[in-house]
């Protein structure tokens, strides 16, 4: 098993940045992929960024490209989410997953967080 804590989420203003942060402990000796999604008011869960386990490769949702970026550090088991440029429409709740797979489909990730809030408004 493993467990996922996110943090890092707030309230921000457009055109601000925040970093997300995701913290694994249990089973962090399998070399996972890493996953954040988020699910707008009222709106299902969405795919935003992929990394694999090593950090080699990565992929984004067309709607947050060049503005966010994933990246982790396997010594402090953690993976984040630097988010900059930051829009009215990237409200929402935000959470990590970990899995074998690298996807952009959230039912196929084993491991989730609890999510944290994420608010970009004036």
């Known amino acids: 098993q493993v467990q996922l804590v996110e943090s890092g989420g707030g309230l921000v203003q457009p055109g601000g940045s925040l970093r997300l942060s995701c913290a694994a402990s249990g089973r962090t000796s399998t070399r996972y992929n890493a996953a954040w999604f988020r699910q707008p008011p009222g709106k299902e869960r969405e795919f935003v960024a992929v990394?694999?386990?090593?950090?080699?490769?990565?992929n984004y949702a067309d709607s947050v490209k060049g503005r966010f970026t994933i990246s982790r550090d396997n010594g402090k088991n953690t993976v984040y989410l630097q988010m900059n440029s930051l829009k009215p429409e990237d409200t929402a709740v935000y959470y990590c997953?970990?899995?074998?797979?690298?996807?952009?489909?959230?039912?196929?990730?084993?491991?989730w967080g609890q999510g944290t809030q994420v608010t970009v408004s004036s």
């Open positions: 997953a970990a899995g074998n797979t690298i996807t952009t489909l959230s039912a196929v990730y084993d491991y």
């Open positions: 990394i694999n386990w090593s950090g080699g490769y990565s």
